[in-house]
């Protein structure tokens, strides 16, 4: 099986590492972290992703941009984007979904709920 | 068999021919008269008793006969008869053998039911045990992000901002202010806070509310019940945080994130490392800040060993 790659945008230190932590649990699943928005699309460029998971709330460039972002890029206006959002926000969640996002997942997060959408999203078993 | 069939004779058909017979041998004898001596009605007389006499053994041999053929037609029925009888013994044993065999897969069947309840049993048990496993791990591993993000970091803003991602992000508090003795002032002041009006965000006397108290006691307040309540003179929790054992600022949580229903285990686990961390952490990057750098910060340490 061919090795699947995910974007992680998070500029929280502590979240990127325990969704790193969540996603080191799905076999072959290689993952990219990225500080911020700018630094998320400077990864996308430099390769292609089959997966993107980002924050909504983040300096520089917010989830919102980066998601709209990355759908006007051809070469990854269809990968699955994930937003990591709070339940109270439920405003920027319908704004992400309506820019193009795919799924999301509130704070505070969980490994097991991390690694389901993960894998639904991707087709692992 | 059917040329040998047993021919039944009646007894009074026996004597009347015996009868006949015995007076017409005897008949010579009687005189020593010859036919054209013996008068006309003797002769019919005779003539109708042979007569009588071939007749009733034409009947009796058709009577032979016909007992005959009854005869093997009621033997035929008996070996009929016996043949089916003999089948049903047969399919009775056959019936018998079925019998035992469905009790044998009854049992076999009873058997593997109780297995297959043992196996669903340990399966739900499996799987139970499984996500116990699986959430001891993610307990496991955001104590250990929390903890390695406290620690890695000598930049006093650093260790806030971990300390904020800390109590927002993994206990789940949506309002929150955090505080530090000011040892100089001898009061507790605010050095961030989130969701929370910044007009309600104000220095405290030590011993003042439920964040005073803790800052004074270093023990922990927890509210179980209600805990969406907003209340500032009874906030959901306060947790103090400790260097050394001594109290040197504190957390307070105002308002928990709409999902969090409740405190779960490794929230507790998350305070104890609050506690006893986060303090340290503050100590060490403030200090390290004030003195310049890894090696001014190093300075001494050798006299002190």
């Not at chain 2, 026996?14 to 008949?27: G, H, K, M, N, P």
């Not at chain 2, 970091?153 to 109590?167: A, I, K």
Request: aromatic share 4%; hydrophobic share 45%; charged share 30%.
């Amino acid at each position: 099986m061919a090795e699947l790659s995910c974007l992680v945008v998070e500029d929280s230190p502590m979240m990127r590492q325990l969704l790193v932590f969540a996603l080191a649990r799905i076999k072959r699943l290689h993952v990219t972290e990225a500080e911020d928005g700018v630094d998320g699309l400077r990864k996308l460029a430099q390769g292609k992703y089959d997966l993107i998971i980002t924050d909504i709330n983040m300096p520089i460039m917010d989830g919102l941009k980066l998601v709209k972002r990355i759908r006007s890029d051809e070469a990854h206006k269809d990968v699955p984007i994930i937003i990591i959002t709070t339940e109270g926000s439920q405003e920027d969640r319908q704004r992400a979904m309506a820019l193009g996002a795919t799924a999301y997942i509130t704070k505070p997060i969980q490994a097991p709920q991390v690694i389901a959408k993960v894998k639904e999203l991707l087709s692992i078993e | 068999m059917a040329s040998r069939a047993p021919i039944r004779v009646d007894r009074g058909s026996r004597a009347l021919i015996t009868s006949r017979v015995v007076s017409d041998e005897d008949e010579p004898r009687d005189g020593g008269r010859r036919a054209s001596d013996v008068p006309m009605d003797l002769l019919k007389e005779r003539e109708a008793f042979v007569r009588s006499f071939l007749k009733k053994g034409v009947e009796y041999t058709e009577l032979l006969l016909r007992e005959n053929r009854e005869l093997r037609e009621e033997l035929d029925e008996v070996r009929n008869e016996n043949a089916r009888l003999r089948s049903q013994v047969a399919s009775d044993d056959a019936i018998r053998d079925l019998l035992r065999t469905v009790e044998r897969l009854e049992a076999e069947r009873r058997a593997l039911l109780d297995r297959s309840k043992q196996l669903e049993r340990f399966e739900a048990e499996h799987e139970h045990r499984q996500a116990q496993i699986e959430q001891e791990m993610n307990d496991l591993a955001n104590l250990y992000v929390a903890s390695f993000q406290l620690h890695a970091s000598l930049s006093v803003r650093r260790v806030v901002r971990h300390l904020q991602d800390m109590v927002g992000q993994l206990v789940g508090a949506d309002a929150f202010v955090i505080y530090v003795i000011d040892d100089a002032a001898g009061r507790i002041v605010p050095i961030a806070h989130e969701h929370v009006e910044p007009s309600e965000v104000r220095a405290l006397e030590l011993g003042e509310g439920p964040v005073g108290e803790a800052c004074m006691t270093g023990l922990r307040r927890l509210r179980e019940l209600d805990v969406h309540r907003i209340d500032r003179s009874d906030p959901v929790a306060v947790i103090p945080l400790l260097a050394d054992g001594k109290p040197v600022g504190a957390v307070e949580i105002v308002r928990l994130l709409e999902q969090k229903n409740g405190w779960a285990s490794v929230d507790h686990e998350l305070f104890e490392l609050l506690a006893a961390h986060a303090g340290a952490a503050l100590i060490a990057a403030n200090l390290y800040e004030q003195a310049g750098g890894p090696l001014g910060a190093l300075r001494h340490l050798t006299s002190k060993l």
